[in-house]
């Protein structure tokens, strides 16, 4: 009985997670497509007009950075969560993943406080910057613990991956919402190539379409099940 309280706690703890982590997705991909496109350096690079454009306004570039590190630990807590759901389950591969999972979401929030620290204060100081220093730090860019997107995007996309394709099989959750997951897990892994080979269209499609529709449609749709039901 105990046990079953204790399992009932942990599913609705990560159902809660779950949806809060949805609505996290949702302000990022918002925050994406209202910050100017100067300000989108994981395709084009950094750039001059890149801190001219902060100088001039940060507030849309604030609140995604903000949001994303927020949102890494929402999805941790999601990760440790179906962790002690399918623990019975667990397999080497499915462990590993979830390792690499929470390595590559602790390394995205650290990455994306950092550099919209250093990012904003250059931007600060950018107009009273000789031509030479604005060039060398363009030249240098931003301080990425991440530059390729492997952490954030390419591990986080294999245990996605990993878990829909247990509960698909195990009929842990509907096949649609399994599916979904699925999808969101190979957009995960175009974000790490875009950003990787600098293809800005992988990268607007990936949050179009997976950080605005399928991430948030997958987590809300796990969160309601777990609150309700559970798995």
């Known amino acids: 009985m105990e046990t079953q309280i204790k399992t009932h706690d942990s599913q609705f703890s990560t159902g809660i997670f779950a949806i809060l982590a949805a609505l996290s997705y949702w302000i990022i991909g918002a925050t994406h497509f209202l910050m100017p496109k100067a300000q989108l350096h994981f395709a084009e690079g950094i750039k001059a007009e890149f801190f001219k454009s902060l100088a001039s306004g940060s507030t849309a570039f604030r609140v995604h950075y903000w949001v994303f590190a927020i949102s890494s630990f929402l999805v941790m807590a999601v990760v440790l969560g179906i962790k002690n759901i399918l623990s019975a389950k667990a397999r080497l591969w499915l462990r590993l993943t979830e390792v690499f999972a929470l390595i590559g979401l602790s390394v995205t929030a650290i990455n994306f406080v950092l550099m919209q620290n250093y990012a ?21 860019g931003l301080p990425h613990l991440d530059p390729e997107g492997l952490f954030g995007f390419g591990l986080l996309g294999l245990w996605l991956g990993t878990v829909n394709l247990i509960m698909f099989k195990a009929n842990l959750i509907p096949k649609w ?16 190539v875009g950003t990787l080979f600098h293809i800005a269209l992988l990268i607007n499609l990936a949050v179009g379409v997976g950080g605005m529709i399928l991430g948030p449609v997958w987590l809300i749709g796990l969160g309601a099940r777990l609150l309700r039901r559970g798995i």
Do not use: H, Y
């Open 177 to 192: 919402l399994a599916i979904l997951g699925l999808l969101g897990a190979l957009l995960n892994e175009l974000v790490f």
């Open 120 to 140: 904003l204060r250059l931007a600060k100081r950018w107009p009273s910057l000789d031509g030479s220093a604005q060039t060398v730090i363009s030249a240098i």
